[in-house]
């Protein structure tokens, strides 16, 4: 809450700094004068970049960047999501079948909010995912476009800043049975073990739907 | 004291008001644009604000505030986004720059967090981040004096420092993102973030989880080589903290910006992380130099400065 005020307050102060800049006629002003305007401009923005970064807090657009900042343990844990059809029988899914929503966001979501809400909730959202996921799974079976990643700028459009395999690309490797149910799992292994060669992936299921009868 | 403070400021005024080029701000200007075009032309934010309520639980009426936010309108956003595109095409071609550039910065301040904000917000490394922060500062810079629609017959501009302070500044916005990248693995790690063991893992993780992994073959070759991982800790550490010299040493940017750009693409190819900021490197690009190269004249800069911008 404290980090939404003072990001929002270091903005509006960033923009009204620019405003007041350039507002009443600076070039009316000697050179002195406007290097001095500037001058404040500048502080007050090496003020907030600075903050950011050297506190380590992100009051975003003024970012303090952690890019793989961290010392990653031997046993790492990450989210996986997975269609059911209607034998029981599970699929990965595409990431770009959850567009508009990315695969990190929608995972980031899942750890974080997803959880805590009432279990009637929980099967709201899995039943919008299940249908969004069989959604693109029909388009991938016919060859049409997953997501719309490219709609404006094709194979040119920015990637995300994780990369993700297209799965469906090949229409042959679609599941051709619908999509009835989602499973979310947390996947550990060990990088060092499974560097070795050792494929072993322990799972545990967070969540089911349709629930286990 | 007195001496300081004169000393102080005779070294500000030298930095950020020494004279700078008309092309090179007006380059930043276009290179700016561009790539909030790419970014924005490639993400859908309306539809993320047309997802279901359940979905937006999370999100705190403060959240909401903060970047002016009312879920459960795509068509508004949809039209904002339309507004934002005209926008940065207008900062693009030096159109109405004062308007078209703050116009472009609030909208992006907007549009931007859509594409985290369910469950944080902050959308950094989304690439919107320092194209928020140059327009605000565009806006309030002669940056369309050259290479704009409305330039398109005026004269050469001489070099002024008010084309300098707004390049510098957008230079340093992209600067820190290696200063504060580098600073951030000593304040939350510390020195043993300099591994061989550790950098192997986080190639290890991005090129055994099947959900990311798109190339491999680098990640975990590199990832078989000890030294070389420490090596590699090592000079990404160094490139990261020493990345702002180029600021005062303008040509160090002839080492750094290449060095820079292979450093991303090789952690494209061996971490399968695409870091969309790259093309904001060019800012630090001499356009005048180049511009003469073109033309085929000897680029009459001297030396110390060829192939940098000032």
């Given amino acids: ?213 | 004291m007195r001496l300081h403070r004169h000393i102080i400021w005779e070294w500000w005024d030298r930095f950020w008001f020494a004279p700078g080029s008309a092309r090179n701000l007006a380059a930043a200007r276009i290179v700016i644009a561009v790539h909030a075009l790419w970014i924005v032309l490639s993400r859908d934010y309306a539809g993320i604000a047309g997802l279901p309520a359940d979905l937006w639980s999370g999100v705190t009426m403060l959240d909401r505030v903060r970047y002016a936010i009312v879920p459960g309108h795509p068509m508004m956003e949809r039209a904002l986004t339309v507004v934002a595109v005209v926008a940065l095409l207008a900062v693009a071609l030096g159109i109405a720059t004062r308007v078209s550039c703050l116009v472009a910065a609030l909208l992006l301040y907007h549009l931007a967090p859509f594409e985290t904000i369910l469950w944080t917000t902050s959308p950094y490394e989304r690439g919107l981040e320092i194209s928020t922060l140059a327009l605000v500062v565009l806006s309030i810079a002669p940056c369309a004096d050259v290479w704009s629609v409305p330039a398109r017959y005026g004269k050469q501009r001489d070099e002024s420092w008010e084309y300098n302070w707004p390049l510098l500044l957008i230079q340093l916005f992209v600067a820190q993102v290696y200063l504060f990248s580098g600073w951030s693995k000593l304040f939350r790690v510390g020195w043993s973030w300099v591994s061989a063991e550790n950098l192997r893992h986080w190639l290890l993780l991005f090129n055994q989880e099947d959900q990311i992994a798109v190339f491999r073959g680098a990640g975990t070759w590199l990832a078989g080589h000890p030294a070389l991982c420490l090596l590699v800790a090592i000079g990404s550490l160094t490139l990261d903290l020493t990345f702002i010299v180029v600021l005062v040493w303008k040509r160090a940017r002839k080492i750094y910006v290449p060095l820079a750009v292979a450093f991303h693409i090789g952690i494209l190819f061996s971490m399968n992380i695409a870091f969309l900021n790259l093309p904001q490197l060019f800012v630090f690009l001499d356009w005048d130099w180049l511009t003469e190269r073109l033309r085929g004249n000897r680029p009459a800069r001297i030396p110390e400065t060829a192939g940098v911008s000032r």
């Fill in chain 1, 1 to 213: 809450m404290v980090t939404d005020v003072v990001a929002l307050v270091c903005f509006a102060g960033f923009v009204i700094g620019a405003l007041v800049l350039c507002g009443r006629r600076p070039r009316g002003l000697a050179t002195w004068q406007r290097k001095t305007r500037v001058s404040l401009f500048l502080v007050y923005t090496l003020g907030a970049s600075f903050g950011a970064g050297l506190a380590q807090h992100d009051i975003w657009p003024f970012v303090a960047w952690p890019l793989v900042a961290a010392r990653l343990p031997a046993t790492v844990t990450e989210p996986r999501v997975v269609a059911v059809d209607a034998r029981g029988a599970e699929y990965d899914i595409d990431y770009r079948a959850w567009w508009p929503l990315s695969f990190d966001e929608l995972t980031g979501w899942l750890n974080q909010d997803f959880l805590t809400l009432p279990p009637e909730t929980q099967d709201r959202v899995a039943r919008f995912l299940v249908a969004k996921a069989d959604s693109a799974r029909r388009a991938a079976r016919l060859g049409a476009a997953i997501g719309h990643y490219g709609r404006f700028l094709g194979p040119f459009a920015a990637p995300l800043f994780l990369l993700h395999p297209r799965i469906w690309s090949d229409s042959t490797h679609v599941p051709s049975e619908p999509f009835v149910g989602l499973r979310f799992y947390q996947e550990s292994w060990n990088l060092e073990t499974h560097a070795a060669g050792s494929s072993a992936v322990r799972r545990r299921l967070v969540y089911r739907f349709p629930a286990a009868p």
